[in-house]
């Protein structure tokens, strides 16, 4: 099996050269642990297919670290009290304050059941942008361009015990047509007015408070900018200040 080095002493194997059998993967997994000698961590993202091989890892002393879909990341200290970086313990979610004139967007889930403002959970590798823009197609139709950062709120506990970072953004609506593609979530999706929304009995509280600081100020407006790294020249982010 080929290992790739890291910038915190670790070592991390390539799953694309691990064995077909657990045979064949227990007695190269024991050659690699013995032959490796001054680093801090052993890695491995392990693959669904690759999921017989699990035992064999836990008997050699890894732990698990963070689970998707169709892989699973575990680890193995090579040395007493190595630094080790923390799994994901929280979720990131985004919506959108959308205001035209008097009025704004709102929608209604099938879990909830009261109005709110559209937005949801942020999907792997996408920004907050991509995530706003994308959320609030699929529940109202409408696009936008996303202006500031209005709120941050956090939430424990949340799904599966983690905590909950949600974000809302001003946007700008492109267009003002509503229809409802997510269909499975989203039961109901207006425009409505402001102060109606505010006074209404059947609005979100929390979405209520939102509304009410979009009303005061812009917030964390929007900045295009690149910055140069030495291992991704052209390393994109976003910034909002």
Known sequence: MKVISDKYNGITIDPT?????????????????????????LWLTLPITK???????IQN???????KETKLTLFKKLTNNPVTPTATNHTVGVG???????????VKDRINRRFKLPGGYMNSAENIRQAAI??????????????????????????????????????IPLSKEIIISDTHEIIDAKWISIDEYIYSKTAHPFNKKIVETALRGKGLVYEEQQIDA??????EYEFFS
């Open 96 to 106: 959108a304050f959308i205001q035209d004139g008097d009025n704004l967007v709102v």
């Open 61 to 67: 002393g890894f732990v698990f670290f963070e689970c």
């Open 230 to 235: 030495k291992d991704k020249p052209k390393y």
């Open 17 to 41: 050269t691990l064995p077909e059998d657990i045979t064949s993967f227990e007695t190269a997994l024991t050659e690699l642990i013995s032959q490796t000698e001054n680093k801090n961590l």
């Open 51 to 57: 999921s017989a091989f699990i035992p064999v890892l």
């Open 134 to 171: 994308r959320e609030v197609l699929e529940e109202t139709g409408i696009h936008i361009k996303v202006e500031s950062i209005i709120s941050l709120a956090h939430f424990y506990p949340s799904q599966f015990d983690n905590s909950n970072i949600y974000m809302v953004c001003r946007a």
